[in-house]
């Protein structure tokens, strides 16, 4: 019963992706502990990023079709994300603290809290079509 509860939501021939998800955590550590510096790091967790987002959106290993567009999206918004950072940084060490590098950051800062957001619509709606 333990094991369906991380398992169940995956088609049977791709239960292995719940395990998948913790791998994909320490290849991200050791991706960290391996750089050399931070603008080396950034890229090679952009390459894994791009990766990991291929393998999802071709192999598409959940049972709901939204699951597997939600996994995709999210894993897009991630690798946005990392990119906004190497520009950011490329932009802060060269030119110094720009018009660029604030509205760079706003940008981020908007994806990074949109799951956030989304999530807390969704219950909202929810919680309204419930009490209605």
């Given at each position: 019963p333990l094991l369906d509860s991380f398992q169940g939501c995956f088609r049977d021939e791709y239960r292995y992706f719940a395990g998948l998800?913790?791998?994909?955590?320490?290849?991200?550590?050791?991706?960290?502990?391996?750089?050399?510096?931070?603008?080396?790091?950034?890229?090679?967790?952009?390459?894994f990023l791009v990766i990991v987002l291929t393998i999802q959106a071709l192999i598409?290993?959940?049972?709901?079709?939204i699951h597997n567009i939600l996994a995709v999206l999210v894993f897009c918004n991630m690798a946005i994300i990392n990119a906004l950072t190497v520009r950011i940084y490329t932009v802060?060490?060269?030119?110094?603290?720009?018009?660029?590098?604030?509205f760079?950051?706003?940008?981020?800062?908007?994806?990074?809290?949109?799951?956030?957001?989304?999530?807390?619509?969704?219950?909202?709606?929810?919680?309204y079509r419930y009490c209605h």
């Open positions: 998800f913790f791998v994909y955590r320490i290849i991200v550590l050791i991706l960290l502990v391996g750089a050399s510096t931070a603008v080396q790091y950034f890229f090679l967790l952009e390459t598409q290993p959940f049972r709901r079709k802060i060490s060269t030119m110094g603290y720009t018009l660029e590098a604030i760079l950051q706003w940008i981020q800062l908007i994806l990074i809290y949109a799951p956030l957001l989304s999530v807390f619509v969704w219950m909202m709606y929810r919680i």
